[in-house]
């Protein structure tokens, strides 16, 4: 009598769970249309490897079904917002180049103050907050200088176009080691490591703070924005390197219109040359300051 083998292979699906040269195209056509977002040629095997969760989790044996179904039977209207989720990258960090956040608190809030700020709310807007520590960070900031600063009053708004991040924004649980770039003191005032989270090993922003930050959908790409147009600084970091150079401009340039004179936008290091291409005036690296008349 013939023993099975100790350790059988795994039955080879029916279909490939690979991404075809043809998907990973048609996917990208439809990602830069609709997002801006380029994905040349070496994103395929992360495509790859995101779809094929997504593909998992939709109930789908292989990457071929997934994407015959999207594309053969109908299902990429159903699928849309899950197919531009796996093509984001969300990667964000609190403090992230953390002279914008000194520049902040030394500069643009002392100015805004002895301009007479106090006597209204003053506006913050994350352009592109993944999933929150961009917001929560300008917050901790915000928050601080409000201990000595009596009625200083601030709101931020934190878009996205991935509706997976902003909901994880909106939660603000993160994982512990995510918040070793939070000095010390701002730990202990904003973030709760022991209770209102119930998970080991993850900790949650303070609602103090989680009640300042309002986050909703937002694609860059629209031609116009559903937000106020008396910002007082608009961060726009680590996204714009993700267009082509029209797009950049075009975003930059819509934004621009949603600052109040004198407001700052703040760009990623690696994209201040987009403020200085377009000829903004210059404030600090990375950041540009509308004329404040
Ligand atoms: C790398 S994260 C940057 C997060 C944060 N600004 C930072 O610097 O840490 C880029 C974010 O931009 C978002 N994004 C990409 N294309 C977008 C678009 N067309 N409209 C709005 N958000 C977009 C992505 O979903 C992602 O969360």
Known sequence: MATAPCNPAPRPAAGSSTLSERDFARIAG?????????LPATKHLMLEGRLRRRAGLAGFATIDDYCAYLFEEGGLKEEF???VDVSTTNKTD?????SHFDFLAERIVPALLAQGAANRTIKLWSAASSTGAEAYTIAMVMAELARSNTGLRYAILGTDISTAV???????????????????????????????????????IVPELRRKC??????????SYPVDRDVDVIFIRNVLIYFEPAVQNAVVTRLWGHLRPGGHLILGHSESMIGTRMGLPQAASGVFRKDPN
């Open 214 to 223: 309002g986050f909703q959908q937002l694609n860059l790409m629209d031609k």
């Open 30 to 38: 439809i990602i830069s249309e609709h997002t801006g977002i380029k």
């Open 81 to 83: 917002q899950h197919v």
């Open 166 to 204: 902003l909901e994880s924004a909106r939660r603000a649980i993160y994982p512990r080691p995510m918040f070793d770039p939070v000095p010390p003191a701002l730990q202990r005032r904003y973030v709760m490591f022991d209770n209102g989270v119930g998970e080991s090993g993850r900790a949650r």
């Open 94 to 98: 609190f403090f992230r180049e953390a």
